[in-house]
């Protein structure tokens, strides 16, 4: 059971970060991409572990950059 | 007067005929504007992650300007006209950032030299726009036009030597 609990939270690593972190922001490409799946959608919070205000930060600075075409909308 | 960060997507031809004449028309529409422009950098020349316009890589300009914030939306029209500009991102700034000025700074000194953009290698901005017609030979009228005319008085001569008898036979 604990083992299935762990799966749905995804790695913990992801999840360990300050709130103040400047790297979430359209221009840190390789950064975003790491809460990207192949496919290019972005992780759910569930997965990247971030609180709801984080998330929405990346959430907005992921669509930018994929505005700006640094990103891609399906890969 | 509030501090905005405008990052401009420019088409690499523009960039590779004159840089600073492709800056100047972007920091020259913030300015139109009211907008004062505190620093305009080359951020990246990069592989798009999808075709824009049928380019597959472009040049990122980094601006920081201040303008009062009605006059976003008349710059925004302009952008959307510019053909030069394949895109434009328009995100608020709370300060300019550490190191900004001086990067700035750093290109307008007389040995900063943009290396020139790599050729767009995978499609062409035409087969974007035309697809398959493209791949077709280019046919120019006008010129496939002028040697018919010249070389037409002298075909037309024989032609109507070999035809007159030809038409007498018939008769």
Redesign the interface.
Known sequence: MADITRRNAGPSALGSRNCDDPRIN??EVAYLAKFLTPQANIYSRKRTGFCSQCQRELKQAIK?A????????VA | MKLYEGMFLLDNQAVRENWDKAKASVTDALAKHGAKVLTARHWEERKLAYPIKGRNRGTYLLCFFECPGESLNQMRRDFELDERVLRYLFVRAEALPQGELEKSQAEGSAEFALPTPPVDERISAERAVFGEFADRPVVDRARAAAPVADGGDAAEGEEESVEAPAVGEGV
Request: hydrophobic share 35%.
């Open positions: 359209y221009k930018r994929r505005h700006m075409g640094l990103m891609p909308f």
